[in-house]
């Protein structure tokens, strides 16, 4: 009688997809939400056939609990019930975050779930199977009892027009704690090693001498038309735009250094525009395969796609400086 | 003993040139890219995803669309790398174009948008940094780059799909 169900991350969400089965023991979804039963919980109850229990007014034993659902903003309850061991639905969008955030793995929780991402058992992938809201027990509802419970429903609005008010202000809060946690993540985990690993770099360049070589040879390449045609044109080759594209590694540094030439007067500022293209020709030429299966394109299309990109950057890679060029007339 | 102090201090100085330089980005750098990057995140989660995916399967089929304001948005919205998977929207045989254009934007949009491919900042950055360094103004640079990128990835789209066109045959 009772059946299986897959919850994945909503919009924004992290972690999932869970599959979740209830059984004759653990058949209770909890519903941790400020007070009264969450639709998200209710619906999950009535898809399985397990029972929707309100967290604030009943106490369960863990192994009785199927599922936790919890409005958390990111501070305990997300990681409390993935501590216990716990399959863990936070409607908010919040992915590993607070003190138990170690305990957060996308195994055992997911975030950002509405109703509609609640699937009848087979997930495969996008969107397959049928949202929530076509299920039989739904349809086949007598409709007084859908009214009974709209009527219900208005009822408890009138009520909690003041929770309801609080978490609305929550939600949009959550947004911005969440947007600031990303931020500062991808500073710590990315943006602050690279900076770390070419500052570094350029140090040794500068003070070593090694910097007056650069300044000497590729600057006054850099500083001509015909000379940056050329940089694009060899980055586009399509045996080396492969090797050289690999996390814009190669692009940034050069970048980087180029950005110094630029500081010390050796190129013109008016060569900066055309100087991005140039060093930027063989962007993203390493990750074809990968992209285009992200894409969800067919092995032909990959077959065929590799070369289509790697051939059209030749021309494309000189023809963007040229463009570029065009365009910084009348800056700096 | 002088020669040893003199190879320590060079040693040293290597290393206070590079401390230096990664002063200057972590106090003139990150703090706006920080405040950028949770405004437009917030934004975006306000918005959300699906409305975006939803808009833009129904510009798919326009070329040139799907070759501008297509990669622009999926970038914007998804960042690198989920944003290739909006290839999903458009038909086979454009993928691959689509994908270039894609890619091709990744780093024009991060004068404007660092949030959408905050660990390559530097193709932009490292030279923008050069050309602050003369008292001159970036953005009309950022502008610019981003104006040129567009179309950059509608030509880059469009011979793609051209070429891809003529080996499929």
Excluded at chain 1, 20 to 36: A, D, F, H, Q
Excluded at chain 1, 173 to 200: K, S, W, Y
Excluded at chain 1, 251 to 265: D, H, I, S, W
Excluded at chain 2, 145 to 161: A, T
Aim: charged residues 15%; neutral net charge.
């Amino acid at each position: 009688m009772y059946k299986t169900i897959t919850v994945k991350a909503g919009s924004n969400g992290w972690g999932g997809p869970l599959i979740l089965t209830p059984t004759e023991i653990c058949n209770k979804v909890l519903s941790v939400t400020g007070g009264g039963i969450h639709p998200l919980a209710q619906k999950i109850a009535d898809m399985t056939g397990a029972e929707a229990v309100d967290g604030f007014k009943t106490n369960l034993p863990d192994e009785e609990v199927l599922v936790a659902v919890v409005d958390c903003g990111g501070t305990a309850r997300c990681g409390v019930y993935p501590k216990k061991g716990i399959y863990t639905i936070n409607i908010e969008p919040v992915g590993k975050a607070g003190p138990l955030a170690k305990y957060i793995t996308p195994e055992i929780y997911v975030s950002a779930v509405t109703e509609k991402d609640v699937y009848e058992s087979d997930y495969t992938g996008a969107a397959a199977g049928e949202p929530a809201s076509k299920t039989e027990a739904e349809i086949s509802r007598p409709k007084q009892t859908l009214k009974e419970n709209t009527a219900k429903v208005s009822e408890e609005k009138k009520e909690n027009i003041i929770t309801k008010i609080g978490k609305a202000v929550g939600h949009f809060v959550n947004i911005f704690f969440q947007a600031g946690r990303d931020t500062i993540e991808i500073v710590l985990g990315t943006i602050l090693p690279f900076m770390a690993f070419t500052a570094t770099l350029l140090g040794i360049i500068s003070a070593s001498g090694l910097g007056n070589v650069i300044a000497k040879t590729i600057s006054p390449i850099c500083s001509t038309l015909p000379g940056m045609v050329v940089i694009a044109f060899i980055c586009g080759i399509p045996i080396l735009s492969p090797v050289l594209g690999p996390g814009a590694v190669i692009a940034q540094v050069v970048g980087t250094l180029l950005g110094a030439e630029f500081a010390l007067g050796h190129i013109p500022p008016q060569y900066a525009l055309p100087a991005l293209f140039a060093i930027d020709a063989q962007v993203g030429c390493d990750f074809v395969p990968v992209g285009l299966s992200l894409g969800e394109a067919d092995p032909e299309t990959i077959e065929y796609g590799v070369p289509a990109v790697l051939f059209e950057r030749m021309i494309t890679g000189p023809l963007a400086v040229l463009i570029a060029f065009a365009f910084s007339i009348g800056m700096y | 003993m002088e020669m040893i102090s003199k190879v320590a201090n060079g040693f040293i100085g290597l290393f206070q040139a590079g401390g230096e330089t990664f002063m200057g980005w972590v106090t003139g750098i990150i703090p706006m890219v920080i405040c950028l990057m949770v405004f437009v995140n917030s934004i975006i989660g306000i918005i959300g995803t699906e409305r975006v995916e939803r808009f833009c399967q129904k510009i798919t089929k326009y070329t040139i669309l799907r070759y501008t304001l297509l990669p622009v948005l999926a970038d914007i919205f998804l960042t690198n790398p989920a944003r290739y998977t909006f290839g999903r929207f458009v038909k086979e045989e454009h993928k691959a174009a689509f994908y270039d254009a894609s890619v091709s934007f990744c780093h024009p949009i991060t004068g404007l948008f660092p949030h959408a491919n905050a660990g390559e900042l530097f193709v932009y950055t490292g030279i923008a940094t050069g050309i602050q360094k003369l008292g001159l103004s970036v953005g009309g640079l950022a502008v610019r780059y981003f104006i040129v990128g567009v179309i950059v990835i509608l030509i880059r789209g469009i011979l793609c799909e051209k070429i891809f066109a003529a080996l499929s045959k």
